[in-house]
């Protein structure tokens, strides 16, 4: 089984950043796709960023030119930096990916943005 654990969540001023962290474990071998999915209260969940071997990266159209997500693949870590924030982004954000025909996902990391 694999396992993914989100950090770096937290409440923060709208206008400012926050870099979240995922770090993936045990048998999770040749990510095709990572990726960081986001649920608002009272909205469903939404695509927020993914990154695709060998480095292709695409954004909801909402969060372009202010979210950037990288992996390090030395570290299994898959990593969502977040400038600029809006109330608007204020959300739980999950992190996925996908490997050999299955999807794991963590449990979670709430962003809370201050207007």
């Known amino acids: 089984q694999g396992e993914l654990v989100e950090s770096g969540g937290g409440l923060v001023q709208a206008g400012g950043s926050v870099r979240l962290s995922c770090v993936v474990s045990?048998?999770?071998?040749?990510?095709?796709?990572a990726g960081w999915d986001r649920q608002a209260p009272g909205k469903q969940r939404e695509s927020v960023a993914r990154i695709f071997s060998p480095g292709t990266t695409d954004y909801a159209d909402s969060v372009k030119g202010r979210f950037t997500i990288s992996r390090d693949n030395a570290q299994n870590t898959v990593i969502l930096q977040m400038n600029s924030l809006k109330p608007e982004d204020t959300a739980v954000y999950y992190c996925a990916v996908w490997s050999g025909g299955n999807v794991y996902w963590g449990r979670g990391t709430q962003v809370t943005v201050s207007s």
């Open positions: 045990g048998r999770i071998f040749s990510i095709n796709v």
